[in-house]
Structure formats: C-alpha cells, structure tokens
C-alpha cells in the first residue's frame, strides 16, 4: 500500500521573514524626511526595500496604516523616550533643563530629528492625523518643562508661560541651526537659561 504522503506546510516569504514593521517604517520615514509626505507610497518603498508589495500587507493594513504608525514611531521616539531618558540621567531639575536645552545642539542626531520634525509639521498642515500628533507632542514637551519650572520653584501659571517659551526657543534653534557660530549658539543658551530661570521683579 503506497505511503500516504505528508502534509508540507507553506514555505516562508523571505522577504517577509526578514523585513519587520520598523523597516517599512524606517524606510518611510527617511521618505518623508527628504521628500515629504506626498512621496511616501506602498510600491516607490517596496521597490526601494527589493520586495514584493504582498510583503507591505504582511504588516500593514494600508498605507494609512503605516503613516499612523509612522507618526507614534516619532512621537514615542522624539518626545516620550527622551524625556524618560532626561528625567533618569538626572535628579537635579536645572541640570535637566540644561540638558533639554542642549537637544538642538546634538550634531547629526539633532539635524536629523529636525529635518524630520520639519517634514511631519509641514505634514500636519493639511491632515488631522498628522495635526493631532504633533499637537500632542508638543503638549507633552511643554507640560514636561512646566514640571522642571515648578520643581525650581515658580507658580504653576509661571511655570506653563516660561515652559512655552522656552520650548518656543528650542524650536527656533532645531529649525535654524545655520544663525551663529558655536560661541553664538553657546552665548544664546546661556542668555535664555539666565532669563528663564530668574525670578521676575517689579
């Protein structure tokens, strides 16, 4: 009686075996860094990471679904991990208000994440999705810096308008890195650091 032959599973995708949801989403995010939202497609990534488009549905629901998690890759990564990161390197809250200070003067790290800050604001523009994201990173940021301001002591309406611009000031230095050399940007930092930390008088 001939031998009854066995069932063989399904031989994996390569490609899907080797390529996780980070890939897609790291690939779309330099995309979007370097070419904005509008160039960031399911097959132009595909063809640029050597696979299949099946391979994109393996992770992702839609295109929609990647730029969601695009947007909470850079959330969680630009705001939630760095503040964790500040407020564990240091106890002391005028040395963590150094170091969030320092943030727009990291070299390649910090040209990076402004460029790509840049892209995703330009984004938000003229989508909600995008619209909620940053608003909500930003209300993170600042309501991090009220924190700091408090522990220094001041009210907590003082805290929120000197976290405000503070913040506004960290902006302005990622987005125009090229006003001033390192002595201006040094004599900057430290102006505004003496500015926000002082106590009002009159």
């Known amino acids: 009686m001939p031998k009854k032959p ?54 992702f629901r839609d295109r929609e679904d990647l730029l969601r ?10 705001t939630e991990q760095i503040t964790l ?6 106890v002391d809250p005028r040395e963590q208000l150094r170091d969030v200070m320092s943030l727009p003067f990291r070299g390649r790290t910090a040209a990076r994440a402004a460029r790509i800050e840049l892209a995703i604001r330009a984004w938000a523009r ?8 940053v608003d909500e990173a930003d209300a ?21 308008l000197r976290a405000f611009l503070l913040y506004s000031y960290e902006l302005a230095e990622s987005q125009l890195s090229r006003q001033g050399d390192s002595a201006d940007k040094q004599a900057r930092s430290a102006f505004v650091e003496r ?8």
């Open 85 to 90: 990161r500040l407020e564990r390197a240091r």
């Open 126 to 133: 003229r989508d909600e999705m995008a619209r909620q994201a």
């Open 6 to 59: 066995t069932r063989r599973e399904p031989a994996a995708d390569p490609a899907r075996a080797s390529l996780t949801p980070e890939t897609w989403i790291e690939a779309a995010t330099a995309v979007l860094e370097y070419e904005g939202i509008d160039h960031v497609r399911i097959d132009a990534l595909a063809q640029q990471l050597q696979v299949t488009r099946g391979s994109f549905y393996w992770h």
């Open 140 to 160: 993170s940021r600042i309501g991090y810096h009220a924190q700091l301001f408090a522990a220094l002591g001041f009210g907590a309406d003082e805290s929120r």
């Open 69 to 78: 998690r695009v947007l909470q890759a850079w959330r969680e990564h630009a």
């Open 195 to 202: 500015l926000m930390t002082q106590a009002l008088t009159g």
